[in-house]
Antibody, heavy 119, light 109 residues
Framework: QVQLVQSGAEVKKPGASLKVSCKAS????????MHWVRQAPGQGLEWMGI????????TYEQKFQGRVTMTRDTSTNTVYMELSSLRSEDTAVYYC????????????WGQGTLVTVSS | QSALTQPRSVSGSPGQSVTISCTGT?????????VSWYQQHPGKAPKLMIY???ERPSGVPDRFSGSKSGNTASLTISGLQAEDEADYYC?????????FGGGTKLTVL
């Protein structure tokens, strides 16, 4: 079954770092690009960036430049998103999302990982 | 970076049709035929409904259709059903970046 399985919910303190994993199942993670998208409580979808798992190259939304790092481990078919210097505004559900179609259009989403930043 | 513009809410009665607009610029919506639409029910991950402006993935009812004119894309849902009540997001390719709309809440009356 083709799916993206993300790591579990986390609670972090302000200033800490976060690392969310996204394991691809049913296909090789190197076959398609992978986005990271987040959604704050009651808000819309916010694009964070994209990684090309076959090469490890990344493009980040300017808002997150310097704070976000997207990586992959092809041996475990997994991609990761790390966000540093967390603040309360980073409280959100974080999604990985596969880009199967042209123009990096998303066809498949992970189940989401709830991250709560609170002192 | 700027989000694509969608109406905050739309509504319709069962059996009616509704259209949700998504306005961008010539650098995103108007510049590429890579507009997609996602349906999101509360507490769930988004689901792809339309890609390449007007293509439906397997399993999506043909009540859902997409189109584009200039810098504005549209999602039309015909024969509204109760289960269509959800949030809908448009998304566009913009070169190295991807933009989402702010989302539209569809209420089935």
């Amino acid at each position: 079954q083709v799916q993206l399985v993300q790591s579990g919910a986390e609670v972090k303190k302000p200033g800490a770092s976060l690392k969310v994993s996204c394991k691809a199942s049913g296909y090789a993670v190197t076959a398609y690009y992978m986005h990271w998208v987040r959604q704050a409580p009651g808000q819309g979808l916010e694009w964070m960036g994209i990684i090309i798992p076959s090469r490890g190259t990344t493009t980040y939304e300017q808002k997150f430049q310097g704070r976000v790092t997207m990586t992959r481990d092809t041996s475990t078919n997994t991609v990761y998103m790390e966000l540093s210097s967390l603040r309360s505004e980073d409280t959100a559900v974080y999604y990985c999302a596969r880009a199967r179609y042209g123009g990096n259009q998303i066809d498949l989403w992970g189940q989401g990982t709830l991250v709560t930043v609170s002192s | 970076q700027s989000a694509l513009t969608q109406p905050r809410s739309v509504s319709g009665s069962p059996g009616q049709s509704v259209t949700i607009s998504c306005t961008g610029t010539s650098s995103d919506v108007g510049g590429y035929n890579y507009v997609s639409w996602y349906q999101q029910h509360p507490g769930k991950a988004p689901k792809l409904m339309i890609y390449d402006v007007s293509e439906r993935p397997s399993g999506v009812p043909d009540r859902f259709s997409g189109s584009k004119s200039g810098n504005t894309a549209s999602l039309t849902i015909s024969g509204l059903q109760a289960e269509d009540e959800a949030d809908y997001y448009c998304c566009s390719y913009a070169g190295s970046y991807t933009f989402f709309g702010g989302g539209t809440k569809l209420t089935v009356l």
